[in-house]
């Protein structure tokens, strides 16, 4: 398609939705998208430009004659405005800002105060606000005369002569009211405010909690300053979690499919070093044991059994306690209860493992005493293993670290060397 | 507070979220929540009910008198009210829906009647529906005479007289219109139905992308039988991203932080005892070359450098491989090229890794030779490591299986046993 017919491809495009256009420019190969630009630049707005994948944005905007983005920037809402330019360098975001409309720029500015990841970036600035003491004909009456209102909105904020928020009205009971019912009579129960400085991460979790809409965000000094619609919170939770799952995987939340080989090394290599040096450790630990090893060689062979098995029941319980604490469901008040928890579930699948062990190594070694050694080494290092795994995130989030990030290298780092500290004693101390 | 006093506690839940209490209930230990509930059931209203995790769900049900969860159960939407009874048994699930209206059994039967995990369970069968030659005036008046409404509502759906969709309209432009203005002139550009077959996951997705906020659902006829709303997709995308972080980590997603240490250690020991199974493959692997490993003893501290560290490369590759295919990035389009983007990112990291363990090889072990087979297995377990890491999660979901649930052990048994066999391979070749 894409060889050389550009009015083929706009009428084709046509009735796709922006995003699968974004998909579509996302999955082409670096030349094969300069291609596809070139030959559809013109129509490229802002929704597009505002559901392309952040890793290769800034190569689609170098690409874009300057009036085509001027123009996209300037359909586009100030939240995905502050979300384009927020990583770009000073010079071309000023080109960006410049080419706004002076309500605009002001507002985009003003999100761009507030720090990264809070939601005074995320918000939008364009807010429905009414008077509490107003009647739903007035408020009805308003919303007809105003010519220009968001794309999309779910509630009318009420405020007082300060712009303190003090309620808010969903557009579903304005709908059903009577024309001289007041707004103050008509508003919601649950009404939360969102501080600009919260942490976005916080936002997402209160919408999916509290079943929030949209939610007023306020400043220092409460006054209203935009609206965070659960479309935003909703990306955001997606996003959290797609953190998470990468940096437990040890994996840059950087990282996207469209990345080159290079890229995607250099993204790796940091975490494959540090384990290399957490290895050495292991070596050392083995290393020690060496007369052992040069009596019994099949301890040898035998000994990842233990480490690997309390890699994954490290990995297991890390990765209960690290989803509970993102979900707030881990506090302090039952944090002893979740370790004492923890203790006794690996004290209780060591104990089966070690059952099987034992038999096994009877049966198919033919030494019940090896079998009792890999047993034991077992029971100690699930024990190890569990509580590692909750002691590592709750100690990482108490010092104010995400647990996601570390957490996996210290705990298997510790039941690797436990894994086969235990097991060589032990072998040592009763088989040697 | 709970010893005793039930009108204090009362009060002082009186102004609490219905999410917070739920949350109190589930981080209380079992003997504490009898006692709460003692004091508290009659206070515990549907939407208490509807927050409570389904893990402590059934032994909150049980505690309640009748009569409680019965009014409980009436106050509550239909989707909340399949949410609940979905895992009951038959006889509890009829004394439920014999509590309820006419109107409601109805429409809870017909949501029971759609397949577990389909958008016919997740929708709520209240939709505002109007034809599409209606003006906005006369909508205005319906929804004012209207006696019941759904709790929230954010588009009119129109309906032709057969009930099939024929696209909807925002209340916030029904607000803002004249009064004589037609629906059908106001529609959304962007209307999209969903199947009720549709597997919730699904719809969770096309939510995020297409920033939906509500959809209708239709039958297999294309009619209107409901519409989901996009706080109950938010929901389902942090479940769904939940069940892929617990069961990467080799997690029933069942667990939760409420679970007694009995059923922890049930749910966690299938995988180690897998894991044990799998272990052992590379204890046979390790035994082939038990004459090399007596030769020389500092082979067997030194295997497990290469083998942890290809666990890692595997893990990383896996889990960028598995999020992609979660998010519809990796597709058979592009497929072949991010298969060559890993083995040529892998190939990079391996010689890069080689380069670090020769060079330590020689200086810290005073042996060129040793370091140079740690680097040549290296490089030769992180192209496996990378080839595992998103071969095998393409293979599983093309076989319709969850990538997320056994790639993990498939990768990690296969780094491991090319790590030792490499390694060990090499050695017996080179230096033996």
């Known amino acids: 398609i894409d060889d050389g017919d550009g009015p083929t491809l706009d009428a084709l495009l046509e009735p796709v939705h922006a995003a699968d ?12 998208r300069r291609e596809f630009l070139n030959l559809y630049s013109g129509e490229i707005d802002g929704e597009i430009l505002s559901e392309i994948d952040e890793s290769i944005r800034d190569e689609v905007i170098e690409q874009l004659p300057h009036e085509v983005l001027t123009e996209a920037v300037r359909e586009m809402d100030s939240d995905d405005v502050v979300d384009l330019i927020e990583d770009m360098e000073a010079p071309e975001q000023q080109a960006i800002l410049a080419a706004l409309d002076e309500s605009d720029r002001a507002a985009v500015e003003r999100s761009l105060t507030w720090p990264e990841y809070s939601a005074g970036r995320l918000m939008q600035s364009e807010v429905v606000t009414a008077p509490g003491h107003w009647s739903v004909g007035e408020t009805i009456d308003f919303l007809r005369g105003e010519e220009w209102l968001p794309d999309q909105f779910y509630h009318v904020v009420l405020v007082d002569p300060r712009r303190h928020p003090t309620g808010y009205v969903t557009l579903g009971k304005l709908l059903a009211s009577r024309r001289d019912v007041l707004l103050r009579d008509i508003t919601e129960d649950s009404f939360r405010t969102i501080s600009a400085r919260q942490d976005e991460g916080d936002v997402a979790y209160a919408f999916n909690k509290y079943h929030l809409i949209s939610a007023p965000v306020v400043d220092d000094d409460d006054r209203l300053v935009g609206v965070i619609t659960i479309d935003d919170a909703m990306s955001v939770l997606d996003e959290e979690h797609e953190e998470d799952f990468l ?6 939340d950087e990282s996207h499919v469209s990345d080159g080989p290079f890229q995607t090394a250099r993204q790796r290599l940091p975490w494959l070093v540090i384990n290399l040096c957490t290895a050495s450790l292991s070596a050392l630990v083995i290393s020690r044991f060496e007369s052992t090893l040069a009596q019994l060689v099949i301890l040898a062979a035998l000994m990842p059994i233990v480490a690997s098995t309390g890699g994954i029941a490290g990995t297991q319980s890390l990765a209960v306690a690290v989803r509970a604490l993102a979900t707030r469901e881990l506090t302090s008040a ?9 203790l006794f579930a690996g004290l209780l699948n060591g104990v089966g493992l070690a059952l099987i062990l034992t038999l096994a190594g009877a049966i198919i070694l033919g030494s019940l005493q ?6 034991m080494a077992m029971i100690a290092n699930q024990v190890v293993a569990a509580m590692g795994g909750v002691l590592v995130p709750l100690g990482l989030s108490k010092l104010g670290l995400d647990p996601a990030l ?15 500290f235990a097991f060589l004693g032990l072998a040592s101390w009763v088989l040697v």
Do not use: C, W
Request: proline fraction near 4%.
């Open 21 to 32: 256009i974004a998909d579509l420019i996302e999955q082409l190969t670096p030349p094969r």
């Open 370 to 375: 090896i079998g009792l050694v890999l047993g």
């Open 406 to 420: 570390a957490s996996g290298t210290f705990v298997t780092t510790m039941t690797d060397m436990m894994g086969f």
């Open 334 to 342: 039952n944090a002893r209860r979740v370790i004492l928890r923890e």
């Open 247 to 252: 940096r437990m995987a040890r994996v840059s």
